[in-house]
């Protein structure tokens, strides 16, 4: 189904077709999007197939799926958060243990459909990871630019896929500085970037109207980096009330570190620019990138739904980091964000017990053991 899907410049409207893989705007050089797609219907899911690929009639690909690991259809479980009820999506339950591998899934079955066999990421760790899991069952010579602070357990994740792994000192936006230099050299994969990686997150949002019986949630709350999440949830749903399957949209609220909340900035300012902000190490490393890529477009998915921007401190993430583990939930401390987030949802009353709120657990625990380890003061 790729007749009428588009790459876009959300700045200039110019357009251009998909057969020709594109990260960044020939007339601007900025990035694109893509054009808002058909959505699905229940009998167009595939319900031989357990994994996003049962959603394949809602994707825009040249062709067939070339590979799947079993990426997506992950759990969606009742549990409860400062007593009231609530719905857990363990998107950590999937092949390289975060959520992006729904996107990679998407973005590298493109690339490959295109003719692609090198490419190039940046990434403070799980993306990486997720690139190089699905460039090794792809055929593809990834290399991968990562701070050189990344938990060890995400490099060595990647490398031992066969990627090969460059560390950068410094921040994250000087590793995709690094990256971006190396970007003549082969095709720059960058999942900020590249939108068919935000192809493939939209399957997160069919696939929670269909586990809620073709109901939709009132509430999605997710940690938010550079907004992959917030970015899918709004577009799946929203091409599903495009296609008339749903009437309403849920409220699709990002939480950010306040260590590293650029925008947070911006949103409380009431701008779609960025705003200064002063950024400092966080637990949170997954959502730690200070240069928003999409601002916009994370920022409509939120207001246009009536969501929130909200930003925790590392005493808050720590704090529902626990509160995470002794429900049974080892994720790692950038998903525990979205769990102090969620408390201040309640606690205002934003979020209430009577409502159906989706909490999107992005990544492992043994992904950052020894970071949990050290926040939560457990003994060596």
Not at 21 to 48: C, K, Q
Not at 347 to 363: D, F, H, R
């Amino acid at each position: 189904m790729t007749d009428d899907v588009r790459y876009v410049n959300p700045r200039t409207q110019e357009i251009w077709p998909i057969e020709t893989p594109l990260w960044r705007a020939p007339d601007d050089g900025g990035y694109v999007n893509l054009s808002m797609g058909p959505g699905i219907t229940p009998d167009e899911i595939d319900g031989g197939q357990h994994s996003l690929w049962r959603y394949r009639a809602g994707l825009r690909l040249p062709g067939p799926p070339l590979r799947s690991l079993g990426e997506g259809w992950t759990p969606l479980l009742d549990s409860a958060w400062d007593d009231v009820p609530v719905r857990m999506k363990a998107e950590f339950m999937m092949p390289s243990g975060s959520f992006k591998d729904r996107g990679v899934a998407v973005m590298l079955t493109y690339l490959k459909q295109c003719g692609i066999s090198d490419i190039l990421e940046d990434s403070s760790g799980n993306a990486g990871a997720s690139v190089a899991t699905y460039g090794a069952a792809l055929g593809f010579d990834c290399r991968i630019f990562t701070p050189a602070t990344a938990p060890a357990a995400k490099r060595h994740q990647m490398a031992a896929m066969g990627a090969d792994v460059v560390p950068v000192p410094g921040t994250r936006d000087d590793v995709e500085t690094a990256a971006l230099a190396e970007a003549e050299k082969r095709f720059y994969a960058g999942h900020n970037y590249q939108p068919f990686f935000l192809e493939g997150t939209k399957t997160l949002a069919f696939e929670i109207w269909e586990q809620l019986g073709f109901e939709v949630p009132d509430h999605i709350v997710t940690p938010l980096g550079q907004g992959s999440n917030v970015m899918g949830s709004y577009i799946g749903f929203e091409e599903l009330r495009r296609r008339g399957v749903i009437d309403r949209v849920p409220r699709v609220h990002g939480v950010q570190a306040v260590n590293a909340a650029p925008y947070y900035a911006a949103y409380a300012a009431g701008s779609d620019e960025p705003v200064p902000i002063d950024a400092a190490p966080t637990i949170a490393d997954g959502i730690a990138s200070t240069k928003p890529v999409r601002l916009k477009e994370v920022l409509d998915s939120i207001r246009l739904t009536d969501g929130k921007c909200i930003a925790v401190t590392e005493e808050e993430i720590v704090t529902a980091l626990r509160q995470f583990t002794r429900r049974g939930h080892f994720i790692e401390p950038t998903c525990a964000a979205a769990g102090a987030g969620l408390s201040k949802l309640i606690a205002e009353g934003t979020v209430k017990p009577g409502e159906t709120t989706v909490v999107v657990m992005t990544g492992s625990g043994l992904k950052a053991v020894d970071r949990i380890a050290s926040a939560l003061g457990l003994a060596s």
